[in-house]
């Protein structure tokens, strides 16, 4: 039994793969392995023989089997290490230097508004840019005869003839996902909608496709004040200042009752803007408690909850923090501008690191 048990421990140590050890089990403790042929052999023995040799054998038995297991996890991890030596790559290593991209300042901004609003606990939502009329107008109690249709400049969807769908727009605003978070996520509701809307307009200050985002906040008990704090804290951490002053404009939306407008106060003296000092004014958003008739549509109990709303236009904001002189040049691809404009692919803002360093 001793030469058995050095043969095979041998053997086990030696083996330099899963299969020869695998050959090994078989041999030694296998239903034909030679320790299993000599356990047979033990009903020929007198019954004192067998008191010493049945233990003894069933103890080498064991010892052999935790010698092929010990064996079988060193290989596995030897295997592990020389793979992870041979699939090593540092990637301390710089990239490359011909990679010349760069992050649009429309994406940059809507990160920058994305990381603060996260901050602030509201998600984001996002929804089709080719939208249904109604929840770009009806749902928003924009009714067909009403004149906000008109002002808003909407591109149709072409439609076949005796297609009898509901007619679908351009979104032109970020608005409709409104409605359609409250339909999927019901109150209480935290959300901004980033994206791309279009009306039919152009010039130094307006391109078809733009961008916006909206907020939108439901709850029981949400107020104006609310809405001053959110966005005055936005505003400070937008602009990278310590102090703003904002300025709650009474103006009308059909979707929000009261409505506001939303100037902060600045200056342009020597030709740039400083946000929080002068005798200026700037708008920069829309906003006001959602409409009754709003929340209604989106499949929520008025009565029981209300909130608040807002929808800014991210290219002019980012036009503002950038000093972009002309709108225009966000969508014309050009290189240069894009190179002089554009952000550092790997810079992602947060509020802690600092937003557009
Ligand atoms: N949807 C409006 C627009 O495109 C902007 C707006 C104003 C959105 C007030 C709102 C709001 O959510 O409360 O001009």
Same mark, same amino acid.
């Given at each position: ?159 076949? @003839? /005796? !297609? &009898? ?10 608005? +409709?996902?409104? $409605? ?96 929080? @000092? /002068? !005798? &200026? ?10 409409? +009754?008739?709003? $929340? ?62």
């Amino acid at each position: 039994m001793d030469d058995l048990k050095a043969k095979y421990l041998t053997l086990i140590a030696d083996a330099a793969d899963e299969s020869t050890l695998e050959d090994l089990r078989v041999t030694a403790v296998g239903k034909k392995g030679e320790i299993s042929l000599k356990m047979r052999e033990l009903g020929k023995m007198t019954p004192e023989e067998r008191q010493v040799a049945g233990p003894a054998l069933n103890a080498l038995k064991d010892e052999i089997n935790s010698a092929l297991a010990a064996k079988k996890a060193a290989l596995a991890d030897a295997a592990l290490d020389a793979r992870l030596r041979s699939e090593w790559l540092d990637v301390t290593l710089p990239a490359r230097g011909r990679g010349r991209g760069t992050i649009h300042p429309i994406s940059q901004v809507m990160e920058e508004v994305t990381a603060i609003f996260g901050e602030l606990g509201f998600s984001v939502a996002e929804g089709p840019r080719v939208e249904t009329d109604w929840y770009n107008f009806d749902a928003l109690n924009i009714p067909g005869h009403h004149p906000a249709r008109a002002e808003m400049d909407t591109f149709y969807m072409h439609r076949a @003839e /005796g !297609d &009898d769908r509901p007619p679908h727009v351009l979104r032109t605003h970020t608005s +409709p996902v409104q $409605i359609r978070s409250m339909e999927a996520m019901g109150a209480p509701l935290r959300i901004i909608c980033p994206g791309g809307v279009y009306r039919a307009d152009y010039d130094q200050t307006h391109t078809p496709m733009f961008h916006q985002i909206e907020g939108l906040a439901l709850d029981t008990d949400i107020s104006m004040a609310n809405l001053k704090w959110v966005l005055e804290e936005f505003v400070k951490a937008f602009f990278e200042v310590d102090d703003v002053e904002l300025r709650f404009r009474a103006s009308h939306f059909p979707f929000t009752e009261p409505s506001a407008e939303v100037d902060i106060r600045c200056s342009w003296e020597g030709g740039t803007l400083k946000i929080g @000092e /002068g !005798d &200026d004014w700037l708008e920069i958003l829309g906003s006001g408690m959602v409409h +009754p008739k709003v $929340i209604a549509a989106g499949g929520i109990d008025p009565d029981v909850y209300q909130g608040f709303a807002f929808g800014m236009g991210i290219d002019r904001i980012a036009m503002l923090k950038y000093g972009i002189p002309d709108l225009r040049a966000f969508f014309d691809s050009d290189l240069r501008w894009l190179r002089h404009y554009g952000f550092a692919s790997l810079d992602v803002p947060n509020l802690h690191g600092g937003l557009s360093r």
